[in-house]
């Protein structure tokens, strides 16, 4: 990083950091390398950039970019979140075990339970809530706590730091997937964990236009290790791809004190409705936020008291907030995690942990508020 940027906060840093000196033009925004190889002085050399499946330009300002922003050694961008995930999972081997939160995305529990016990890796799911339960269910050849805080999508805190300590207790690594707070509300690494994971396709991309994922690491030896595992498996994310993030990074801070404004605007207002059981949303109420988080996010789920018709019919009355997989963007979505993003999840192991066929999550654009709120009245006025 510019030694003159060290200084500067996360808004100015998140807008000049990963600029790539071009002198022929004198650009301001970083180009678009699409070269797939580069010249060598000589066989064998690799001084320099030589092959875009180790090293791109583009690619490697972006993570130079969220390295700094998440206060990590180096980070890794990949060709989707969940080829990020398993970049983390390849530093495992065979008979090890991992301890997981059990509130989890539905393509990370399946991405668990459906590939990686295939090669002999073992998992156990626990609450989180209190960082006890962590230590309960590690085994002698636990190697890995994986935690989502906020969750997915029941949007529960961890406390970060008593399980890396945990973990550090014991010589376990912690990782974190960070998608739903990202480096402007929390920043794992300084509360102890080893590794950060986000699916760069929400937040940090910002626009519903990119598929993307990344991995944070806090030291070199990790990072040499996530490195390889990138190299040789090749899902590595491409140069316009990585430009788009880039630039999406740049209006990070804005769009999220705008998103948590609205959510909270949108999660006062699910309160007052007859019908809704519950509201998930962190903060909620003036509760203070754990991991020093600076905001409560963008997210909000609820359940309805209603069958599953009924639901189903509310997700489609929306006009605003539009019915569709993902979040994170500056549009406003409305999922129903049962039959969308966690349904590949057994009915009866998504219920004990709380996905409910009632449960509604919301990812809060940056759209007026009055507009998304108004737009809720009416969906809910239509299945009464």
Known sequence: MDDKLKSKKFATRAIHLGRVPEDATGSVSTPIFLSSTYRMKFPGDDSGYVYSRW???TRLALE???????NGWQAFFFASGLAAVTAILH???????????SDLYGGTHRLFEKLM????IDFSYVE????????QAAKDNTRLFWIESPTNPLLKLIDIKAVADIGHRRGILTAVDNTFATPYIQRPLELGADIVHHSATKYLGGHCDVVAGAVVVRDEELAEKVRFNQYAAGATLGPFDSWLVLRGIKTLALRMERHAANAAKVADFLKSVDMVDEVHFPGLDGRALPNGMA???????FTVRADIEAVKKLVMATEVFVLAESLGGVESLINHPASMTH????KEVREAHGVTDGLIRLSVGIEDPGDLIADLKQAFGKIH
Request: charged share 15%; aromatic share 4%.
């Open 55 to 57: 090293s791109n330009p």
């Open 64 to 70: 130079k970019t969220l390295a700094d922003l998440e």
């Open 91 to 101: 530093l495992l081997q065979s008979s090890d075990h991992v301890v997981a939160v």
């Open 117 to 120: 016990r295939n090669f002999g």
């Open 128 to 135: 989180g809530i209190n960082p006890a339960d962590f230590a």
């Open 295 to 301: 905001l409560p996010g963008g997210m909000v789920s």
């Open 343 to 346: 349904a590949s999840i057994p």
